[in-house]
């Protein structure tokens, strides 16, 4: 079993930055992905970021330039540098880690999400 705890979610004014975490643990042998997602109320679930092991990231168009993905290996932990926040940024952030687990056995897991409010 592999386990993902996220942290770092929080109300912010306009332009204020916020930094989530996530913490992958358990039966890991490599993190293949790790990524960030987040849903919206009346909204569909969308990616937001990814990182591959490899280092290679992706974003969504509306948070190129504000947002920035990281990742310590060694920890397998990733992190959402959220800078100059927007109220239509304002979601449910969710952690996606796409695991081999020992045995070689690939399998996707989610975290229970955090809530990130952006409001005057």
């Known amino acids: 079993q592999v386990q993902l705890v996220e942290s770092g979610g929080g109300s912010v004014q306009p332009g204020g930055s916020l930094r989530l975490s996530c913490a992958a643990s358990?039966?890991?042998?490599?993190?293949?992905?790790m990524g960030w997602y987040r849903q919206a109320p009346g909204k569909q679930r969308e990616l937001v970021a990814s990182?591959?092991?490899?280092?290679?990231?992706n974003y969504v168009d509306s948070v190129k330039g504000r947002f920035t993905i990281s990742t310590d290996n060694a920890k397998n932990t990733v992190y959402l540098q959220m800078n100059s926040l927007k109220p239509e940024d304002t979601a449910v952030y969710y952690c996606?880690?796409?695991?081999?687990?020992?045995?070689?056995?690939?399998?996707?897991?989610w975290g229970q999400g955090t809530q990130v409010t952006v409001s005057p």
């Open positions: 990182v591959t092991s490899g280092g290679s990231t």
């Open positions: 996606n880690a796409v695991v081999t687990v020992w045995g070689g056995r690939k399998y996707d897991y």
């Open positions: 358990g039966s890991i042998f490599r993190a293949n992905a």
